[in-house]
């Protein structure tokens, strides 16, 4: 520890703090604008020069060390006399236009300005004027109020992992920009913003709506991906304006995705369902809740009463809160009904009733940066957890070696050491690869399970899986590690493979053979509380997909839009068609509710109050930010009234924390989920290497702004370049064994559903697939997201045909 | 062989008196096709390298040497050779680096062209003992776009240098390697300043890095390098061969050894003089010929624009060392002496060196990037007639808040003309802003 | 695409970094490219950068610092003249009028024919021989008059 002083006050720091480190410690406020904790140090912009004593000029506080001793004036004579003279040189060029400049009233420069600036200008010569740049539909410029700080670049860089900007030019005339013409494609590239010290980088669809004063800013909880992270609502005669990160380290620290940065414009949606509607002779009838409840209840009650309370099915959004899970779990068992779900994109059950506890991700999220090895299963990370990446990325920059499994050769903007590319199938047989290597690197073949010792004997170990177990137990280029941290991950496309079960339990094989933390990467804002809740069949109930494949005769739908967001579009959509009632709890009113029978608007996150379970197991809850749009009510309050109107008991709550209390049970909740979340299986299922599929398997990703009902409807997002127009890729191999070129008609076929649609070469894509991503309407007659596919090269006339024959058939 | 010729195409011989200088970095010139690898060898060159390496010669007996020489920096900051020396770590698990700097750019400043010109091998010898004293295995000479030719004189030298076994693996049958290659700059003159010239050495743009860490630590990709310049990299055979002592009693107290010194403007015979460190200015400006056309001597910039200018009266009498000159109110910089006669006006002048201050600003730091072109406008106001007195004390006070504020020294470097010229020139200024014309041409 | 020639060019190059800084080599790449082609259009440096793996905006950045590449045309023979002061107290203002007269040009112009770009340069460390200047970054001519400097567009035309 080093003694130094600041202003005077004494204070013990580290070896290695910086002057500013040590004074934001101490309290002791030094203006910045290019110095950020997070982003390497620029010292460019001389904001926080301070005087030390013994050296005969200032120093910037956020490059100096402090050295023993160290004698720090923040505030004195000449500290003073330099940080004002950095000001004035800073507002030389500036516009000064913060009347109608957005940054204004929340502006690092303006209140800056306040404290450093003068009154007025000695500077009489011509301003500089830079053009703005266009960037995309997410980010406004107005670079002539720029100060070239950098951390925008800094953060593309560092924590995006691809520089998109930089400073062009030199001296007076560098400006900041993209590569001519290029947009800024980060998913996490709304933070350039609130880093930005001044006017020059604002939110675009934000722009020009309010003031930052008139803004009443609430605490709230992201709920597009299973993070957890903490954001900032903010609130206008009640409408979500924007949404910003809240700072916490253990989760985002100060970052936010642009999906849970901009999705809130969904929120405001003309989409939005404000008032009950029956379905009356085929037509849509606006009615008053007493009714639409009634009238739900009486068709429910009718329906089970009939063919049997198993007529009914109970679909779940895993981004409805614990709650809400916990309320129509209990209706539903309450009417005698075993089937509910809210693994809607999963295919493979084979492990339920196998697992001790709830999955989970097996780790803290800040454990990440630490590991020393890291294996990413199925899983295009940055599409499926943004923020995550981000995490992984340090890692890697901390020197963690990263290998990737999976079918999509997609780019993670870090470095890969091992990687293999292959169709969701074989990732079965190369994960059985790894543990034979590694129980042999290991030297622990006869501690496995004989199934597993006997099935490995017939696995044949290729140089480069070979190469990978060898990272993951620690051998290095130079150093070996002798206990390496090790993670094991299993992502979104893992989780919904028909051969789930082998990829997790060769996971879990391979975890304790080499000590590794991990688990699943669970898709959803609530999947690990759902899990835990149990809002699953019961014993003699059916899952998801069974309720699909047998359909029902009623459902219930729980903030979801069924072909959008399950596994199986086509089956999704039929099932609807062929309910005699679906009663669909929703906040849109939606092409995929047609066939429903009765629409209960309910309020999504931002009004109503909840609890998520992230998938580190944190349980956070919220309070509504705003009021419910229309008749618009919380789903709990629905759900309990609904609940009432069949008749059943014990749904007596008036909040939703009442609801909480009841879940946990007097536990606390830390202790309720330390106790359930468990990753590790009861008994081994049986792995069967060696599936071939006959044909092609399709790779079928919920591109990231497609996820869920509310971002799917952020136009901003849907003009970012991540919204494609749906193709059909294909590896060029696969494209010559096909006979086919770019722009070529393919039609597509799963199961007895087809689709046509262009195809493109995609080196990317393993050999033996097709991706063809899902949560679009263009892809809703087709079937699992990673089952088999046939593909079949058409003419355009034929295309044109099947178009208008599908056209016919929708209306 | 007693004239220097300019070997650049279609341009006249710079005449040159041989007569009164210690050729040590340009010993060559005494011989004919002075940039031979022949002709170094033939004046003892490559000898020393090969004593140090074969007979295994400690580092530390080198370093004692080039810190016994009295050699400092000669790229301008007169940092003591030795000492910088003895920074490099001893140990370290990797390639450390060696890096010159040919980025020669200040204005005045032409004498490491002539060194690459004349006697490329004694640089390569220079280097090649630093390598070996420092555990460098690669070197990199970062040479001034400007000069291509020289680039090219370079690229040929390291070729024979090469394939005579100079540089390269195990050199004279021993462990010690050093491979040395050619890189070059592009148009930007911040990139003399160390830590530019690495980020240049990379592949990024030229902008200058907070210290600390020091290259010694942290410098090309990371790893911990040396930068000295062409001069001083070249004095280093002959100081080893005929021993530190020999070099610093060729100088005086503070500066030892002979130095290039690159005298232009207004002078009979533009050129480069080594001559020995404590010369009177009278007499090095007498071997340039003496002001030209006959004309008075009004002022001198001793060691490039970022020293301070000096009239007549302050630098007649002072001695070309860096305490003589540092005691005259200026400092010897790179030993590049600008001489203007009598018809100079300031102003004009002040104005040329602040737009060249403005214009190779890197951007990177506030003051230097909104304070160089501030000051540029206000002089360039002057020039026009549209000057106001109170802009002599806005120059001063600007300029003061340009210097110390910023990451590389550029911004006390921009400072230094402005702050200089007003104080010894405040009258021609003050003429222009009140007559709307110079002082000294009437324009 | 590179040429085959600028890349063996630029390949001489890498040969002088570790291969895993092949960014090291932009600054010759780009030079190679600009020789070859006359100037740097936004697809030469995206060539530059595709071929060293590096973002097109890190090759941008080295392109638009440096003054010596020229990301506008410059026509067949870029001129640059040295204007700072050890020229400027040889009269450099002398040759550079006489320049801007006989190619009709001013600074940063290209002459009609496209054969001529004029360009105030900054000092190129020949002081020696003032005033100079530069011929596409290669040839240097010192001790100019303006009789020289016709000779010299002379030979150049």
């Given at each position: 520890m080093?003694?130094?002083?600041?202003?005077?006050?004494?204070v013990e720091?580290?070896?290695?703090?910086?002057?500013?480190?040590?004074a934001d410690?101490l309290?002791?406020?030094i203006?910045?604008f290019?110095?950020h904790?997070?982003?390497?140090?620029?010292?460019?912009?001389?904001?926080c020069?301070?005087?030390v004593e013994?050296?005969?000029?200032?120093?910037?506080a956020?490059?100096t060390?402090?050295?023993e001793?160290m004698?720090?004036?923040?505030?004195?004579?000449?500290?003073?006399?330099?940080?004002?003279?950095?000001?004035?040189?800073?507002l030389?060029?500036?516009p000064?236009?913060?009347p109608i400049?957005?940054?204004?009233?929340?502006?690092?420069l303006?209140?800056v300005a306040?404290?450093y600036g003068?009154?007025?200008?000695r500077?009489?010569e011509?301003?500089r004027?830079?053009?703005?740049?266009?960037?995309?539909p997410l980010?406004?410029?107005d670079?002539?109020r720029?100060i070239?700080?950098t951390?925008c670049?800094?953060?593309l860089?560092e924590v995006g992992?691809m520089?998109e900007?930089?400073?062009?030019?030199?001296?007076e005339?560098a400006?900041?920009?993209?590569?001519?013409?290029?947009s800024?494609?980060?998913?996490?590239s709304?933070?350039i913003?609130?880093?930005?010290?001044?006017?020059?980088?604002?939110?675009k669809?934000?722009?020009y709506?309010?003031?930052?004063?008139?803004?009443?800013?609430?605490?709230?909880?992201?709920?597009?991906?299973?993070?957890?992270?903490h954001?900032?609502?903010?609130?206008?005669?009640d409408?979500?304006m924007?949404?910003?990160?809240?700072?916490?380290?253990?989760?985002?620290e100060?970052?936010?995705?642009?999906?849970?940065?901009?999705s809130?414009?969904?929120?405001n949606?003309p989409?939005r369902?404000?008032v009950?509607m029956?379905?009356h002779?085929?037509?849509?009838?606006?009615?008053?809740?007493?009714?639409?409840l009634e009238y739900?209840?009486g068709q429910?009650?009718?329906?089970?009463?009939?063919?049997?309370s198993?007529a009914?099915?109970a679909?779940?959004s895993?981004?409805?809160t614990m709650?809400?899970g916990y309320?129509?779990?209990?209706?539903?068992?309450?009417?005698?009904c075993?089937?509910?779900d809210?693994?809607?994109?999963q295919?493979?059950?084979?492990?339920?009733?196998?697992r001790v506890g709830t999955p989970w991700?097996?780790?803290n999220?800040?454990?990440?940066?630490k590991?020393?090895?890291?294996?990413l299963?199925?899983s295009n990370?940055?599409n499926e957890h943004?923020?995550?990446?981000?995490?992984?990325r340090k890692?890697?920059?901390?020197?963690?070696?990263?290998?990737?499994?999976s079918?999509?050769?997609?780019?993670?903007?870090?470095?890969i050491a091992?990687?293999i590319?292959v169709?969701?199938?074989?990732?079965?047989?190369?994960l059985?690869?790894?543990?034979?290597a590694?129980s042999?690197?290991?030297?622990?073949?006869?501690?496995?399970?004989p199934?597993?010792?006997?099935?490995?004997?017939q696995?044949?170990v290729?140089p480069?899986?070979e190469a990978?177990?060898?990272?993951?137990v620690?051998l290095?280029e130079t150093?070996n590690?002798?206990?390496?941290?090790?993670?094991?991950?299993?992502?979104n496309?893992?989780?919904?493979?028909p051969?789930?079960?082998?990829?997790y339990?060769?996971?879990e094989?391979?975890?304790?053979?080499s000590?590794?933390?991990?688990?699943?990467?669970?898709a959803?804002?609530?999947?690990?509380?759902?899990h835990?809740?149990?809002?699953?069949?019961?014993?003699?109930g059916?899952?998801?997909?069974?309720?699909?494949?047998?359909p029902?005769k009623?459902?219930?739908?729980?903030?979801?839009?069924?072909?959008l967001?399950?596994?199986h579009?086509?089956?999704?959509r039929?099932a609807?068609?062929?309910?005699?009632c679906?009663v669909a709890?929703?906040?849109y009113?939606?092409k995929?509710?047609?066939?429903a029978t009765?629409?209960?608007p309910?309020?999504p996150?931002?009004?109503?109050?909840?609890t998520f379970?992230?998938?580190?197991?944190?349980?956070?809850?919220?309070k509504?930010?705003?009021k419910p749009?229309g008749?618009?009510?919380?789903?709990?309050?629905?759900?309990r009234?609904l609940?009432?109107?069949?008749?059943?008991?014990?749904f007596?709550?008036?909040?939703s924390?009442?609801?909480?209390l009841?879940?946990f049970?007097g536990?606390?909740?830390?202790?309720?989920?330390?106790?359930?979340?468990?990753?590790?299986?009861k008994?081994?299922?049986?792995?069967?290497?060696?599936?071939?599929s006959?044909?092609l398997?399709?790779?079928?990703e919920?591109?990231?702004?497609e996820?869920?009902?509310?971002?799917?409807?952020?136009?901003?997002?849907?003009?970012?370049?991540?919204?494609?127009?749906?193709?059909?890729r294909?590896?060029p191999?696969?494209?010559r064994a096909?006979?086919?070129?770019?722009?070529?008609m393919?039609?597509?076929?799963?199961?007895?559903?087809?689709t046509?649609?262009?195809?493109?070469?995609?080196?990317?894509v393993a050999?033996?697939?097709?991706?063809?991503a899902?949560?679009h309407?263009d892809?809703?007659?087709?079937?699992?997201l990673?089952?088999?596919?046939?593909?079949?090269k058409?003419?355009?006339?034929q295309?044109?045909?099947?178009k208008?024959?599908q056209m016919e058939?929708?209306? | 062989m007693?004239?220097?010729?300019?070997?650049?195409?279609?341009?006249k011989p710079?005449m040159?008196?041989?007569k009164?200088q210690t050729?040590?970095?340009?010993?060559t010139?005494?011989?004919?096709?002075?940039?031979?690898?022949?002709?170094?060898?033939?004046?003892?060159?490559?000898e020393?390298?090969?004593?140090?390496v074969?007979?295994?010669v400690?580092?530390?007996?080198?370093?004692?040497q080039?810190?016994?020489s009295?050699l400092?920096?000669?790229?301008?900051a007169?940092f003591?050779?030795?000492?910088?020396w003895?920074?490099?770590?001893r140990?370290?698990?990797g390639t450390?680096y060696?890096?010159?700097?040919?980025?020669?750019g200040?204005?005045?400043?032409?004498?490491?062209?002539?060194i690459?010109?004349?006697?490329?091998?004694?640089?390569?010898?220079g280097?090649?003992?630093?390598a070996?004293t420092?555990?460098?295995?690669?070197?990199?000479?970062y040479i001034?776009?400007?000069?291509?030719?020289?680039?090219?004189?370079?690229?040929?030298?390291?070729?024979?240098?090469r394939a005579?076994?100079?540089?390269g693996?195990?050199l004279?049958?021993?462990h010690?390697?050093f491979?040395?290659?050619?890189?070059h700059g592009?148009?930007?003159?911040i990139?003399?300043?160390?830590?530019?010239?690495i980020?240049?050495?990379e592949?990024?743009?030229g902008?200058p890095r907070?210290?600390?860490?020091?290259?010694?630590?942290?410098?090309?990709?990371g790893k911990p390098?040396?930068?000295?310049?062409t001069?001083?990299f070249?004095?280093?055979?002959?100081i080893?061969?005929?021993?530190g002592?020999?070099?610093?009693d060729?100088?005086?107290a503070?500066?030892?050894?002979?130095?290039?010194?690159s005298?232009s403007?207004?002078?009979?015979k533009?050129?480069?003089y080594?001559?020995?460190?404590?010369?009177?200015?009278?007499?090095l400006?007498?071997?340039?010929?003496?002001?030209?056309?006959?004309?008075?001597?009004?002022?001198?910039?001793?060691?490039?624009?970022?020293?301070?200018?000096?009239?007549a009266?302050?630098?007649?009498?002072?001695?070309m060392?860096?305490?003589g000159?540092?005691?005259?109110?200026s400092?010897l910089?790179?030993?590049?002496?600008?001489?203007?006669?009598?018809t100079?006006?300031m102003v004009?002048t002040?104005?040329?060196?602040?737009?060249?201050?403005?214009?190779?600003?890197?951007?990177?730091c506030?003051p230097?990037?909104?304070?160089?072109?501030?000051?540029y406008r206000v002089?360039k106001?002057?020039?026009?007639?549209?000057?106001?007195?109170?802009?002599l004390d806005?120059?001063?006070d600007?300029?003061?808040?340009?210097?110390?504020r910023?990451?590389?020294?550029?911004g006390?470097?921009a400072?230094?003309?402005?702050?200089?010229?007003i104080?010894h020139?405040?009258p021609?200024?003050?003429y222009?802003i009140?007559h709307g014309?110079?002082?000294v041409d009437?324009q | 695409m590179l040429?085959?020639?600028?890349?063996?060019?630029?390949?001489?190059?890498?040969?002088?970094?570790?291969k895993d800084?092949?960014q090291?080599a932009?600054m010759s790449?780009?030079?190679?490219?600009?020789t070859?082609?006359?100037?740097l259009?936004?697809?030469s440096?995206?060539?530059?950068?595709a071929y060293?793996g590096?973002?097109?905006?890190?090759?941008?950045?080295?392109?638009?610092f440096y003054n010596?590449?020229?990301t506008?045309?410059?026509g067949k023979?870029k001129?640059?003249v040295c204007t700072?002061?050890s020229?400027?107290?040889r009269?450099?203002?002398?040759?550079?009028?006489?320049?801007q007269e006989k190619?009709?040009?001013?600074?940063?112009?290209?002459?009609?024919?496209?054969?001529f770009?004029?360009?105030?340069?900054e000092?190129?460390?020949?002081c020696g021989?003032?005033p100079?200047?530069?011929v596409?970054?290669?040839?240097?001519?010192?001790?100019?008059t303006p009789e020289?400097?016709?000779?010299?567009?002379?030979?150049?035309?």
């Amino acid at each position: 520890m080093l003694k130094i002083e600041i202003d005077g006050k004494p204070v013990e720091v580290d070896h290695g703090t910086t002057i500013i480190d040590a004074a934001d410690k101490l309290g002791v406020a030094i203006p910045r604008f290019c110095y950020h904790k997070k982003l390497s140090v620029a010292a460019n912009c001389r904001m926080c020069l301070v005087e030390v004593e013994k050296f005969g000029k200032p120093l910037p506080a956020c490059a100096t060390p402090v050295a023993e001793g160290m004698k720090i004036f923040t505030r004195s004579k000449a500290a003073v006399q330099a940080q004002q003279s950095v000001m004035e040189f800073l507002l030389i060029n500036h516009p000064l236009d913060c009347p109608i400049c957005d940054q204004g009233g929340e502006c690092d420069l303006q209140d800056v300005a306040v404290g450093y600036g003068a009154s007025g200008s000695r500077y009489t010569e011509e301003k500089r004027v830079v053009f703005n740049k266009n960037i995309g539909p997410l980010i406004s410029t107005d670079m002539t109020r720029c100060i070239q700080c950098t951390r925008c670049v800094r953060f593309l860089k560092e924590v995006g992992g691809m520089q998109e900007l930089g400073m062009v030019g030199r001296g007076e005339h560098a400006e900041i920009t993209a590569y001519v013409d290029q947009s800024v494609n980060s998913e996490l590239s709304g933070n350039i913003i609130d880093l930005c010290p001044v006017g020059a980088l604002t939110n675009k669809p934000f722009r020009y709506s309010a003031r930052s004063w008139e803004l009443v800013r609430r605490p709230s909880i992201a709920p597009h991906d299973s993070m957890g992270s903490h954001i900032e609502v903010h609130v206008k005669d009640d409408k979500v304006m924007r949404v910003l990160p809240r700072e916490k380290e253990s989760i985002n620290e100060c970052w936010l995705s642009d999906r849970d940065r901009y999705s809130y414009e969904g929120l405001n949606s003309p989409d939005r369902l404000k008032v009950p509607m029956i379905k009356h002779h085929g037509e849509w009838q606006e009615t008053d809740w007493k009714t639409a409840l009634e009238y739900a209840a009486g068709q429910i009650k009718d329906i089970t009463t009939e063919h049997g309370s198993d007529a009914l099915g109970a679909l779940v959004s895993p981004n409805s809160t614990m709650e809400e899970g916990y309320l129509i779990k209990e209706l539903v068992h309450g009417l005698g009904c075993g089937n509910v779900d809210y693994r809607l994109r999963q295919t493979d059950f084979r492990l339920d009733g196998k697992r001790v506890g709830t999955p989970w991700m097996g780790c803290n999220i800040d454990e990440i940066e630490k590991l020393d090895r890291i294996l990413l299963i199925g899983s295009n990370i940055r599409n499926e957890h943004p923020l995550l990446a981000q995490r992984f990325r340090k890692a890697v920059d901390n020197g963690a070696e990263l290998s990737i499994i999976s079918p999509l050769d997609n780019n993670p903007l870090m470095d890969i050491a091992h990687k293999i590319i292959v169709t969701p199938n074989d990732i079965v047989n190369v994960l059985a690869q790894i543990l034979k290597a590694m129980s042999k690197l290991q030297k622990l073949s006869l501690c496995l399970p004989p199934q597993l010792s006997e099935l490995l004997e017939q696995i044949h170990v290729r140089p480069n899986t070979e190469a990978m177990a060898e990272s993951l137990v620690g051998l290095g280029e130079t150093v070996n590690l002798i206990a390496p941290k090790v993670g094991i991950f299993l992502g979104n496309m893992a989780l919904s493979a028909p051969r789930f079960t082998e990829m997790y339990s060769l996971a879990e094989a391979i975890g304790g053979v080499s000590g590794a933390k991990g688990g699943i990467l669970p898709a959803a804002a609530n999947s690990t509380g759902m899990h835990l809740l149990g809002v699953m069949p019961a014993s003699t109930g059916m899952h998801a997909r069974a309720m699909l494949e047998v359909p029902r005769k009623a459902y219930l739908l729980l903030n979801i839009e069924p072909e959008l967001d399950c596994q199986h579009a086509a089956l999704a959509r039929s099932a609807m068609e062929k309910a005699d009632c679906v009663v669909a709890l929703t906040a849109y009113k939606s092409k995929a509710l047609d066939h429903a029978t009765v629409l209960l608007p309910i309020a999504p996150f931002t009004e109503t109050s909840g609890t998520f379970m992230s998938m580190e197991g944190r349980i956070q809850s919220f309070k509504a930010v705003v009021k419910p749009l229309g008749e618009c009510r919380p789903a709990w309050k629905v759900l309990r009234v609904l609940a009432n109107t069949l008749g059943l008991q014990g749904f007596d709550f008036e909040s939703s924390e009442e609801v909480k209390l009841k879940i946990f049970d007097g536990e606390k909740p830390s202790d309720f989920a330390r106790s359930r979340l468990n990753n590790n299986m009861k008994e081994l299922v049986e792995i069967e290497t060696k599936i071939k599929s006959p044909g092609l398997q399709r790779v079928g990703e919920v591109p990231q702004y497609e996820a869920d009902p509310i971002v799917r409807r952020s136009e901003p997002l849907r003009k970012t370049k991540y919204n494609i127009k749906r193709l059909v890729r294909l590896h060029p191999d696969e494209m010559r064994a096909y006979d086919l070129v770019e722009g070529d008609m393919v039609l597509v076929t799963q199961d007895k559903g087809s689709t046509v649609l262009p195809v493109r070469p995609d080196a990317h894509v393993a050999p033996g697939c097709v991706r063809v991503a899902a949560a679009h309407e263009d892809t809703l007659g087709l079937g699992d997201l990673m089952g088999d596919i046939s593909i079949e090269k058409i003419t355009q006339e034929q295309a044109d045909v099947f178009k208008s024959k599908q056209m016919e058939a929708q209306n | 062989m007693s004239t220097l010729k300019s070997e650049t195409k279609d341009s006249k011989p710079v005449m040159t008196d041989l007569k009164g200088q210690t050729l040590i970095t340009l010993q060559t010139l005494k011989e004919d096709n002075p940039a031979s690898l022949a002709t170094y060898e033939k004046l003892g060159g490559y000898e020393q390298l090969k004593r140090l390496v074969t007979n295994k010669v400690k580092a530390v007996e080198v370093i004692n040497q080039v810190k016994l020489s009295g050699l400092r920096g000669r790229g301008g900051a007169g940092f003591p050779t030795g000492l910088k020396w003895s920074f490099m770590p001893r140990y370290y698990d990797g390639t450390k680096y060696l890096v010159c700097n040919t980025d020669e750019g200040e204005p005045g400043t032409f004498k490491d062209r002539d060194i690459i010109r004349y006697n490329p091998h004694q640089l390569i010898e220079g280097m090649a003992i630093a390598a070996y004293t420092l555990g460098a295995g690669v070197g990199y000479n970062y040479i001034h776009g400007e000069i291509w030719r020289e680039y090219e004189i370079f690229e040929a030298a390291l070729a024979e240098a090469r394939a005579a076994g100079y540089i390269g693996q195990n050199l004279f049958g021993t462990h010690f390697n050093f491979e040395l290659y050619a890189v070059h700059g592009y148009g930007a003159y911040i990139c003399g300043e160390e830590t530019a010239l690495i980020e240049s050495i990379e592949g990024k743009k030229g902008q200058p890095r907070f210290k600390p860490p020091f290259p010694a630590s942290y410098g090309v990709f990371g790893k911990p390098t040396n930068v000295n310049n062409t001069e001083s990299f070249a004095s280093i055979p002959w100081i080893l061969q005929h021993g530190g002592q020999a070099f610093a009693d060729l100088g005086v107290a503070g500066s030892g050894g002979s130095k290039l010194f690159s005298v232009s403007g207004h002078v009979e015979k533009p050129g480069n003089y080594e001559v020995n460190m404590g010369m009177p200015f009278t007499e090095l400006l007498a071997m340039a010929g003496g002001i030209w056309k006959g004309r008075q001597l009004k002022a001198v910039i001793p060691g490039g624009p970022s020293t301070a200018v000096m009239p007549a009266s302050a630098i007649l009498d002072a001695t070309m060392d860096y305490n003589g000159l540092s005691k005259a109110g200026s400092s010897l910089g790179a030993g590049s002496l600008i001489v203007m006669d009598e018809t100079t006006c300031m102003v004009k002048t002040l104005k040329r060196l602040s737009y060249f201050f403005y214009e190779e600003s890197c951007g990177q730091c506030t003051p230097c990037r909104e304070g160089t072109g501030w000051v540029y406008r206000v002089i360039k106001r002057i020039t026009e007639g549209n000057g106001k007195m109170e802009d002599l004390d806005l120059l001063t006070d600007v300029s003061n808040n340009i210097s110390g504020r910023t990451i590389c020294a550029l911004g006390d470097a921009a400072a230094t003309p402005v702050l200089s010229f007003i104080k010894h020139f405040r009258p021609e200024f003050e003429y222009y802003i009140q007559h709307g014309k110079s002082m000294v041409d009437g324009q | 695409m590179l040429s085959a020639e600028a890349i063996e060019k630029i390949e001489y190059e890498l040969t002088k970094y570790p291969k895993d800084q092949r960014q090291a080599a932009v600054m010759s790449a780009l030079r190679i490219v600009q020789t070859e082609r006359g100037w740097l259009s936004q697809e030469s440096i995206s060539d530059v950068a595709a071929y060293l793996g590096i973002p097109d905006i890190a090759a941008l950045e080295v392109a638009t610092f440096y003054n010596m590449y020229d990301t506008e045309p410059v026509g067949k023979y870029k001129i640059t003249v040295c204007t700072n002061i050890s020229c400027m107290l040889r009269d450099s203002d002398s040759i550079v009028h006489h320049l801007q007269e006989k190619l009709g040009i001013g600074f940063n112009q290209v002459s009609e024919d496209g054969q001529f770009c004029l360009k105030e340069g900054e000092c190129m460390g020949a002081c020696g021989g003032a005033p100079l200047m530069s011929v596409n970054n290669a040839t240097m001519y010192e001790y100019l008059t303006p009789e020289k400097v016709d000779k010299i567009l002379k030979e150049l035309k």
